[in-house]
């Protein structure tokens, strides 16, 4: 018969499955076993338990001891059910109330000397909990500051196993209450006006902070590419509270979380290198896939320096993301979805040998052209915004040329969002990046006279039918920058432009 019952959380993703498990002593010569689907570090919990336990200073029961997690045909994984597998053996051997544990979930891996050790995932593990009515968390106190991001649970926090018996058996005070949440830290970004010249690459990077728009940075090397491309975070709006704990869960799951600041309130930025791996870009892994670096920066930027030197499976492996802001990997023991819905910066030379100027490059032109062709089609069709960037003639500045401060640009950003985000709230939409092709073309279709160029460069084969959209998109950004009601017949030219620009 069962004698105990307590709760865990299984991850699948960023999403949480509570699991019950439930513990029987007796019925068969002494041993530990496991049943439901663990995998090779959960089957090892016995290990780390029994010498937990018998470290802590009570004993271990000489006969058979069955732990059984519920849901069973669940596969589950990792060492952060060792708190609960504990506390379900000592409940079931009458050492601890079973009532103290009757809505807690507890997650934790256990050392052999009885220490509690934090483990990945506890944010979107209480975030599950919460969901399935469970009012209590008992976490490791390296993880409490994680786990008190959740809302609406009583969340404490343990150093050793002895101090989760203690608080059972009455002392109220023998676990931790979180710290008053710390005021959240103030991101320094790069400033925009430390960049030299570059108008179009400048205006680019507005447009695509204003309406969401991925963007290619094509130009000769030391041009200020990649200084572009890291201003960008500032000029994106801060993450609400929703979005916050959603990217902060997917770092938690990741193990990139920080216990001095665990909630992450500035749109990440992910700058891979190009010798990155499939999976350190999409995601992967054996048993469940692990989040990658498309993932990391949902809600924020991705960069990807010298994109042409990415292999093109990794490019390639993009395309799905870019459409449909989520990413989904099936591996062994399952299928998860992680969100994915970042802005893709890519920066790249126009030829092998990339010359400061154009006119000095030695590449004959089939090797133009490969290099060019190592970003498809496909890929730069989901690009709304191509631009190129100019040499540097003079590095001084007058008081006429100042450019402008992050800070100035930022404003002008937020007064097109708030317009765009009026405009779609209605349909569930923030950025004019999210809006469908359908919507753009019944719903809040322009008048003929305004796309008649975009109706004949679809006629001419200058851009696809994906292109067409994502032009209309870039016009409701233009006009929204504009503060116009809908786009004219200028902003669907200046949309069509930023198409148009060759990267080779």
């Given amino acids: 018969m069962v004698l105990s019952r307590v709760w865990s959380v299984a991850l699948s993703g960023v999403d949480g499955i509570p699991v019950e498990i439930e513990a029987d002593i007796g019925g068969g010569r002494p041993r530990t076993q496991i049943v439901g689907l663990p995998d090779a570090a959960l089957n090892e919990a016995k290990d780390r338990v029994r010498a937990a336990v018998r470290n802590s200073g009570m004993v271990w029961p000489d006969q058979l001891v069955t732990f059984a997690l519920s849901p069973a045909a669940l596969p589950k994984g990792g060492s952060g059910y060792d708190l609960a597998l504990a506390v379900s053996m000592l409940v079931a051997d009458g050492r601890l109330p079973p009532e103290a544990f009757s809505d807690t979930v507890l997650v934790g891996e256990l050392a052999l000397d009885g220490r509690l050790r934090p483990v990945k995932g506890v944010l979107p593990c209480l975030l599950a909990a919460r969901r399935a009515g469970l009012r209590r968390a008992i976490v490791p106190t390296h993880a409490l500051a994680e786990a008190s991001l959740v809302s609406g649970m009583e969340v404490l926090g343990a150093g050793t196993l002895a101090e989760v018996v203690t608080w059972a058996q009455g ?50 090397p030391g041009t ?12 994106l709006p801060g993450l609400s509270s929703e979005q916050a704990l959603e990217v902060t869960a997917i770092h938690s799951v990741a193990g990139v979380l920080t216990t001095d600041s665990p909630l992450i309130t500035a749109p990440p930025f992910v700058a891979p290198h190009h010798t990155a791996s499939i999976a350190a870009l999409v995601g992967g892994g054996s048993g469940l896939a692990k989040p990658g670096g498309i993932s990391r920066a949902h809600y924020g930027v991705l960069f990807l320096d010298e994109a042409a030197e990415f292999a093109s499976d990794r490019l390639e492996a993009l395309r799905t993301a870019l459409e449909e802001g989520e990413i989904r990997l099936a591996r062994r023991d399952g299928v998860v979805v992680y969100p994915a819905r970042f802005q893709l910066v890519l920066a790249t030379n126009l030829c092998p040998c990339a010359p400061p100027r154009d006119a000095d490059c030695v590449c004959p032109p089939q090797a133009r052209r490969r290099y060019a062709a190592r970003l498809s089609g496909p890929l730069l069709d989901r690009v709304d915004l191509r631009v190129r960037t100019r040499p540097i003639t003079a590095m001084s500045r007058t008081a006429d040329t100042e450019p402008e401060t992050t800070t100035a640009v930022r404003t002008r950003v937020a007064e097109a969002r708030a317009r765009a985000t009026h405009r779609w709230s209605a349909h569930g939409w923030h950025t004019n990046a999210e809006v469908p092709g359908p919507a753009l073309r019944r719903e809040f279709a322009l008048p003929r006279e305004t796309t008649a160029l975009l109706d004949r ?48």
Avoid: I, Y
């Fill in 224 to 235: 200020g590419k990649t200084m572009l491309a890291r201003r960008l975070p500032g000029l």
């Fill in 457 to 504: 460069a679809l006629s001419a084969g200058a851009v696809s039918a994906r292109g067409a959209d994502r032009c209309l998109r870039v016009a409701w950004t233009l006009s929204d920058l504009a503060g116009t009601p809908q786009p004219t017949r200028d902003h669907v030219m200046a949309a069509l432009d930023f198409r148009d620009r060759k990267v080779a």
């Fill in 171 to 220: 002392a109220a005070d023998a676990l931790c209450v979180p710290d008053p949440p710390p005021t959240a830290p103030t991101t320094d970004h790069p400033d925009l006006v430390d960049v030299v010249g570059q108008p179009e690459g400048r205006w680019a990077l507005e447009v695509a902070a204003a309406g969401g728009h991925h963007v290619l940075l094509a130009g000769p």
